[in-house]
């Protein structure tokens, strides 16, 4: 990586760990980034591991992170990101490079290891699909309002439907919305 080298202050192999590593190493690669949206609920004790195969190449003979193989040994899986309005429950783990679409769920302890749709609710290890928020056509209606592109003061404005499941009067509440918000990014 061009500008980037590894200081080799210590090389043995056995020299590696967070002790070592936040005095001695500079980035060898992208570093992915954790994007969080709006009205996101994160329970207790929920990890969210970023950082790739975190260097251990199962396709190796050895998954031993050597450092002579290091930039070699790291594999890209992406951004993580958890878009608006997605409640994680406690102790869930969620693994590198995942999408958590809009209003899903997380259950209790799961271990997300695929992207989950929008309004999804998912559980276990490896979480699976446990059922969805809304039917399908409640599910792509919310997705065309685009609630949480409206400003905040807005969407707080729209609490009492949000706290409901009247589509038709969330709807309407929003067309009033971005009529006296035009610069709205709403797109119905
Ligand atoms: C996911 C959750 C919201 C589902 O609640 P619910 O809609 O009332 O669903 P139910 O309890 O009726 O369960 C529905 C199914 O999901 C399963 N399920 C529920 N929680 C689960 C979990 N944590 N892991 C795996 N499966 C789970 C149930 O066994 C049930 O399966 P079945 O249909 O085969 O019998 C809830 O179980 C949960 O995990 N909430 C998170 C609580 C939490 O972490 N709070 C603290 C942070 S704010």
Request: glycine share 8%.
């Amino acid at each position: 990586m061009p500008g980037a080298k590894i200081l080799k202050t210590m090389s043995s192999a056995t020299c590696n760990g967070d002790e070592h590593s936040l005095k001695n190493w500079q980035p060898q690669w992208h570093i992915d980034k954790l994007r969080i949206g709006n009205f996101v609920c994160i329970g207790a004790e929920s990890i969210i591991l970023l950082g790739g195969n975190n260097t251990h190449r199962n396709d190796w003979f050895s998954n031993y992170p050597f450092m002579e193989h290091i930039v070699d040994s790291y594999q890209s899986k992406g951004d993580t990101v958890i878009e608006d309005g997605v409640w994680i429950g406690m102790r869930s783990m969620i693994l590198p490079g995942i999408r958590l679409g809009e209003g899903c769920v997380i259950a209790a302890g799961s271990v997300v290891v695929k992207d989950v749709p929008p309004y999804t609710i998912v559980g276990g290890n490896p979480a699976k699909p446990i059922k969805t928020r809304f039917p399908e056509n409640i599910i792509k209606e919310l997705l065309k309002l685009k609630i949480y592109d409206l400003p905040e003061q807005d969407v707080e404005k729209l609490q009492k439907q949000l706290c409901a499941s009247d589509i038709q009067a969330l709807k309407q509440a929003v067309k009033q919305l971005r009529t006296q918000t035009p610069s709205s990014k709403l797109s119905n």
